[in-house]
C-alpha cells in the first residue's frame, strides 16, 4: 500500500513531543517544554511558519542558516520535481556523474581564487572531516590548528577542533595533533605554526558561537602564515558562505584572501536535500589522490546524489536571479542600525556586530543597581540563562524564533533567511525594542520567567543546562554553526 503523507501528517498532528519523548530525544524535548519552546509547526513558506493553532511566525533563525532561500521554495521544488519526473539514474557509483559536474563548475566560479576540484559531501561536519584527512594527506603533518569558541561540527574529527568543551566532554580520546588559539591573534597563530608540525588552520571567517567578526586583515594575513609555513588554510563557510553576510563568502570581505580549501554546506541544499562541498587546490588533490589505485580512497555513498546536486544547483540560480546578496546587504543594515539605535537607549546593549545577515547583540551588565542585581540573579542560576530573557518573549509575545550564540555566550544570533524585507526587519527592530523595554523593568514579568527557567536548571541540570540554553547548529539543542 503507497504511503499516504498527507494523511499521515494530518494524524499525527501535534504528536511531536510525545513521539520525541518515547523515541528519539526526551531530554531536548524537555528542554523545550522548560523554556516555552514547545511548539508544533505544521506549515511553511519563505521567511515564515505557522504552528498547529495557524499562528504565523517570523522565522529569524533559518533552521541554523539552512534556509537562505526561504522555506520550502517554489524554485528549488519545482527544479527538484521536474527532475524526479526525467526517471534520471542516480547513484550509478561506477559512472561520472553529470550534475556533479555541472555543480562544481558553478561553485569554482563564485570562489574568490583559484581552486581546481570539488568533493561533494552530505553536511558541514562531512565536509569538515574531508578538509583534515586531505590537510593531513597532503602536507604529510598531523596537528590542526583551530581558535576558541569555534563550531566545525561534532563528529569525532570535526569535534577535536571544536572550541568548547561542554560538547567535548565525555568523547575522548580526540584526534592527537590539534592546537586551540585565541580568534583573531595573528601572533598566537604563527607562534602555533612555528612547531613545524601543523597541516592546517580551520576557521569560520565570522565566527557563529558569539558572532566574533575578525579584525581587518585577519584573514588575508592569516592565509599567508600558513602558506610560509607550509599548512594549509582553510576556509569553514558553512554557515557564512552563500551570500549569508552579503557576499557568496565571508572571507571576501578581506580582501585578497586566497584559501587552499573552503567547505560549504547548509543552504547550499535550498533546505530540501542535504548537500555539502569541499573545494580545493589542485596540488592538495593529487596528493590525496595519487594514483588510480586510489581514486577512491576518499568517496562517500550518497556524496554525488542527483536530487542534491539539483538542490545546490537551483540554490545557486535563485541566490543569483533574486539577486540575494543584494538584500542581505541592504536588510542587515537596516536591523543592524536599527538596533545600534536601541542601544544607546538600553543598558543591557553592550554591542551589535553584523555583517550581512549574520547579526549578534551582545549583552553585559548594566550600571543601574537595580538591573545589575537581576543580571546577577540571572548568570548565578545558570550562566546560559540571561539571554533567554530575550528570546522567550520574541517567540511567545511577538513570535519571532530566535537563538542564543553559544553556551555561557550573552549574545543573541540572528540568521534568517536572506529572503526577508523591509516590513520583516522593521517588525523584529519594534518588537524587540518592546522585549527591552519590558527587560528593563525589575522585577518585572520577565525576570518572573527567568527565576523559573533558571531554578528548574538547578534541580535538573542535565536537562536544562547541558541540553543547551544556548545555541547554532541542529545538533547543539538550543545552542550554536
Same mark, same amino acid.
Given at each position: 500500500?503507497?504511503?499516504?503523507?498527507?494523511?499521515?501528517?494530518?494524524?499525527?498532528?501535534? +504528536? !511531536?513531543?510525545?513521539?520525541?519523548?518515547?523515541?528519539?530525544?526526551?531530554?531536548?524535548?524537555?528542554?523545550?517544554?522548560?523554556?516555552?519552546? %514547545?511548539?508544533?509547526?505544521?506549515?511553511?513558506?519563505?521567511?515564515?511558519?505557522?504552528?498547529?493553532?495557524? !499562528?504565523?511566525?517570523?522565522?529569524?533563525?533559518?533552521?541554523?542558516?539552512?534556509?537562505?532561500?526561504?522555506?520550502?521554495?517554489? %524554485?528549488?521544488?519545482? =527544479?527538484?520535481?521536474?527532475?524526479?519526473?526525467?526517471?534520471?539514474?542516480?547513484?550509478?557509483?561506477? +559512472?561520472?556523474? /553529470?550534475?556533479?559536474?555541472?555543480?562544481?563548475?558553478?561553485?569554482?566560479?563564485?570562489?574568490?581564487?583559484?581552486?581546481?576540484?570539488?568533493?561533494?559531501?552530505?553536511?558541514?561536519?562531512?565536509?569538515?572531516?574531508?578538509?583534515?584527512?586531505?590537510?593531513?594527506?597532503?602536507?604529510?603533518?598531523?596537528?590542526?590548528?583551530?581558535?576558541?569558541?569555534?563550531?566545525?561540527?561534532?563528529?569525532?574529527?570535526?569535534?577535536?577542533?571544536? #572550541?568548547?568543551?561542554?560538547?567535548?566532554?565525555?568523547?575522548?580520546?580526540?584526534?592527537?595533533?590539534?592546537?586551540?588559539?585565541?580568534? !583573531?591573534?595573528?601572533?598566537?597563530?604563527?607562534?602555533?605554526?612555528?612547531?613545524?608540525?601543523?597541516?592546517?588552520?580551520?576557521?569560520?571567517?565570522?565566527? &557563529?558561537?558569539?558572532?566574533?567578526?575578525?579584525? *581587518? #586583515?585577519?584573514?588575508?594575513? =592569516?592565509?599567508?602564515?600558513?602558506?610560509?609555513?607550509?599548512?594549509?588554510?582553510?576556509?569553514?563557510?558553512?554557515?557564512?558562505?552563500?551570500?549569508?553576510?552579503?557576499?557568496? /563568502?565571508?572571507?571576501?570581505?578581506?580582501?585578497?584572501?586566497?584559501?587552499?580549501?573552503?567547505?560549504?554546506?547548509?543552504?547550499?541544499?535550498?533546505?530540501?536535500?542535504?548537500?555539502?562541498?569541499?573545494?580545493?587546490?589542485?596540488?592538495?588533490?593529487?596528493?590525496?589522490?595519487?594514483?588510480?589505485?586510489?581514486?577512491?580512497?576518499?568517496?562517500?555513498?550518497?556524496?554525488?546524489?542527483?536530487?542534491?546536486?539539483?538542490? &545546490?544547483? =537551483?540554490?545557486? =540560480?535563485?541566490?543569483?536571479?533574486?539577486?540575494?546578496?543584494?538584500?542581505?546587504?541592504?536588510?542587515?543594515?537596516?536591523? #543592524?542600525?536599527?538596533?545600534?539605535?536601541?542601544?544607546?537607549?538600553?543598558?543591557?546593549?553592550?554591542?551589535?556586530?553584523?555583517?550581512?545577515?549574520?547579526? #549578534?547583540?551582545?549583552?553585559?551588565?548594566? &550600571?543601574?543597581?537595580?538591573?545589575?542585581?537581576?543580571?546577577?540573579?540571572?548568570?548565578?542560576?545558570?550562566?546560559?540563562?540571561?539571554?533567554?530573557?530575550?528570546?522567550?518573549?520574541?517567540?511567545? %509575545?511577538?513570535?519571532?524564533?530566535?537563538?542564543?550564540?553559544?553556551?555561557?555566550?550573552?549574545?543573541?544570533?540572528?540568521?534568517?533567511?536572506?529572503?526577508?524585507?523591509?516590513?520583516?526587519?522593521?517588525?523584529?527592530?519594534?518588537?524587540?525594542?518592546?522585549?527591552?523595554? !519590558?527587560?528593563?523593568?525589575?522585577?518585572?514579568?520577565?525576570?518572573?520567567?527567568?527565576?523559573?527557567?533558571?531554578?528548574?536548571?538547578? *534541580?535538573?541540570?542535565?536537562?536544562?543546562?547541558?541540553?543547551?540554553?544556548?545555541?547554532?547548529?541542529?545538533?547543539?539543542?538550543?545552542?550554536?554553526?
Amino acid at each position: 500500500m503507497t504511503l499516504n503523507i498527507k494523511a499521515l501528517l494530518q494524524d499525527a498532528a501535534g +504528536e !511531536n513531543y510525545r513521539l520525541h519523548e518515547a523515541h528519539v530525544n526526551p531530554r531536548f524535548s524537555k528542554t523545550l517544554h522548560t523554556i516555552g519552546f %514547545d511548539r508544533c509547526y505544521t506549515r511553511s513558506e519563505g521567511q515564515y511558519l505557522w504552528d498547529i493553532q495557524n !499562528n504565523r511566525y517570523l522565522d529569524m533563525l533559518a533552521g541554523y542558516g539552512v534556509f537562505n532561500m526561504g522555506r520550502n521554495n517554489p %524554485d528549488i521544488q519545482h =527544479a527538484l520535481i521536474e527532475f524526479l519526473n526525467c526517471d534520471y539514474p542516480s547513484l550509478v557509483q561506477m +559512472e561520472a556523474p /553529470l550534475l556533479s559536474g555541472l555543480l562544481a563548475e558553478q561553485l569554482k566560479k563564485r570562489m574568490p581564487n583559484q581552486l581546481d576540484y570539488v568533493y561533494f559531501t552530505n553536511s558541514g561536519t562531512e565536509g569538515i572531516e574531508t578538509a583534515i584527512k586531505f590537510a593531513r594527506c597532503a602536507t604529510g603533518r598531523a596537528g590542526i590548528i583551530h581558535a576558541r569558541k569555534s563550531f566545525h561540527g561534532l563528529s569525532n574529527g570535526s569535534l577535536s577542533i571544536n #572550541g568548547d568543551n561542554l560538547f567535548r566532554e565525555g568523547f575522548g580520546p580526540l584526534l592527537p595533533g590539534c592546537v586551540e588559539i585565541p580568534f !583573531n591573534d595573528l601572533n598566537a597563530l604563527e607562534d602555533a605554526l612555528a612547531s613545524g608540525k601543523i597541516g592546517a588552520f580551520v576557521v569560520e571567517p565570522i565566527q &557563529g558561537k558569539g558572532v566574533n567578526i575578525p579584525d *581587518d #586583515g585577519y584573514l588575508r594575513n =592569516a592565509a599567508a602564515l600558513c602558506r610560509h609555513h607550509g599548512a594549509l588554510f582553510i576556509a569553514d563557510e558553512v554557515q557564512t558562505g552563500m551570500g549569508r553576510t552579503g557576499r557568496f /563568502l565571508a572571507l571576501e570581505h578581506d580582501g585578497d584572501v586566497d584559501p587552499d580549501m573552503v567547505v560549504l554546506s547548509k543552504s547550499l541544499s535550498g533546505g530540501l536535500v542535504p548537500v555539502g562541498a569541499v573545494l580545493l587546490r589542485k596540488w592538495i588533490y593529487e596528493k590525496v589522490f595519487s594514483s588510480m589505485d586510489r581514486s577512491v580512497v576518499h568517496s562517500s555513498t550518497f556524496g554525488q546524489g542527483s536530487l542534491a546536486m539539483v538542490a &545546490g544547483l =537551483a540554490s545557486l =540560480a535563485y541566490l543569483d536571479e533574486k539577486n540575494l546578496l543584494e538584500n542581505a546587504k541592504h536588510i542587515g543594515a537596516i536591523i #543592524g542600525n536599527g538596533l545600534c539605535l536601541l542601544q544607546e537607549r538600553f543598558e543591557f546593549i553592550h554591542d551589535i556586530r553584523w555583517r550581512g545577515l549574520m547579526i #549578534g547583540i551582545e549583552f553585559a551588565k548594566p &550600571g543601574t543597581f537595580s538591573l545589575n542585581c537581576a543580571w546577577q540573579l540571572a548568570h548565578k542560576l545558570n550562566k546560559s540563562l540571561f539571554p533567554q530573557a530575550i528570546t522567550i518573549p520574541l517567540l511567545h %509575545d511577538h513570535r519571532i524564533l530566535t537563538q542564543v550564540a553559544g553556551h555561557h555566550i550573552d549574545v543573541i544570533k540572528l540568521i534568517p533567511p536572506l529572503i526577508i524585507n523591509e516590513a520583516d526587519a522593521h517588525y523584529f527592530l519594534t518588537s524587540f525594542e518592546q522585549v527591552m523595554v !519590558n527587560l528593563h523593568k525589575f522585577p518585572g514579568p520577565l525576570w518572573e520567567v527567568i527565576s523559573r527557567i533558571g531554578k528548574s536548571a538547578l *534541580d535538573q541540570p542535565a536537562t536544562v543546562s547541558a541540553g543547551g540554553l544556548g545555541g547554532d547548529n541542529n545538533q547543539h539543542g538550543l545552542q550554536n554553526a
